[in-house]
């Protein structure tokens, strides 16, 4: 087979490859030689050979080069790569009726982006909630939660989340099982991948519901929602991703720290929506600090039945309903920290 004689030649060249190591069948991680992957940490290993079909190829995490196994053992050892084609056209496995894979030029993949790359080539092992058929227990989840049917072709469903992450993002070092599960695509402002974020559908009693991962090495605080935002109008901060579906012009954290997400977004007019939780001390806690530096903050009304703004909705507030309490309940400086006060259950 192809791929016996593709992985025969990538141990051969291992010794040349800075950091060399299997981490699983078919799966090798290294310093990548055609960047050198960091001047400054020579321990930094971004680079791969995966399989995919019947062949392997290669890709680097770090300066984004992809090509196939013939590309590059010519790379890292022109001469070894003489004795690859010659086995190959030996075994019969070498493309006889195209150009020969020792002439093919190199490819350079660029993080995905909407527009650019279409949607269902980003993620192999995922379909879009937007193509599941009617009737698919995913689907139900999603309309269950009555979430918008616009939002659809933003989530996705995989079947099996490690595989899923284990193919987009091969070093992620976080132990997974391999459960069906709801995926919410974070991007940032330029459309680029930054992370995934897996909520479990069937094991959720007994595995962690929310499971994310980073598919870049950024530090900046993961904010959901950024490609689809207009920096010119006011931009509305929620906890929750799927919360964010209901709102216009709306993102989310992930957690309850809006006020430290809020340095993340460069935007004149920001609103702070923290979960309906008048009894939680650590929210009371961060929605004071908020107030104290200067934000605009939801002070939600004692009417209001449920703890966000999905909860809301299932309680049969309308998002047209909604939009307008918040709204109408946006508080600044002196007159937040009085409605705060009332609010507060402590």
């Known amino acids: 087979m192809a791929i016996y004689i593709d992985a025969k030649y990538v141990r051969m060249v291992s010794s040349r490859l800075r950091n060399f190591k299997q981490k699983n069948t078919n799966l090798w991680n290294f310093s990548c030689p055609y960047c050198g992957d960091s001047q400054s940490n020579k321990l930094k290993a971004r680079g791969y050979v995966y399989a995919k079909g019947n062949d392997l190829f290669y890709r680097c995490h770090n300066c984004g080069v ?5 590309n590059f ?5 022109p001469s070894l790569h003489g004795e690859y084609v010659l086995e190959k056209y030996k075994s019969g496995t070498a493309n006889t009726h195209h150009r020969k894979s020792s002439d093919s030029p190199r490819i350079i993949t660029t993080p995905p982006k909407f ?3 279409k949607k269902r080539s980003i993620f192999e092992h995922g379909t879009w909630l937007s193509d599941l058929p009617s009737g698919h227990f995913c689907l139900n989840y999603a309309q269950n939660r009555l979430i918008p049917e616009e939002h659809y072709d933003k989530l996705l469903f995989t079947s099996n989340y490690k595989l899923f992450c284990d193919e987009l993002i091969p070093n992620h070092d976080k132990k997974l099982i391999e459960d069906a599960r709801l ?5 940032n402002y330029q459309n680029e991948l930054v992370a995934v974020s897996g909520r479990a559908l ?3 009693d007994r595995t962690l519901r929310y499971v994310t991962l980073r598919t870049d090495d950024s530090e900046n605080k993961l904010v959901y929602g950024m490609d689809r935002l207009n920096l010119n109008e006011r931009v509305y901060l929620v906890e929750g991703p799927l919360d964010s579906l209901f709102l216009k012009n709306c993102v989310a954290s992930g957690d ?3 006020a430290l997400t809020v340095k993340n977004i460069q935007a004149k007019k920001i609103t702070l929506i923290f979960d309906n939780e008048p009894r939680n001390k650590e929210v009371c806690k961060l929605i004071e600090n908020a107030i104290k530096s200067n934000h605009d903050v939801v002070i939600w009304p004692d009417n209001i039945d449920g703890k966000d703004i999905n909860e809301m909705v299932l309680n049969g507030f309308s998002i047209s309903e909604i939009q307008e309490i918040i709204d109408s309940n946006t508080f600044f400086g002196l007159e937040a920290i009085a409605k705060f006060t009332f609010w507060k259950k402590l």
């Open 202 to 204: 069937e094991t959720s």
């Open 256 to 258: 309850a720290n809006l």
């Open 73 to 77: 053992i010519k790379h890292v050892d």
């Open 115 to 117: 527009g650019h790359i």
């Open 66 to 70: 992809g090509t196939n196994a013939a």
């Open 183 to 187: 995926v919410i695509p974070f991007f």
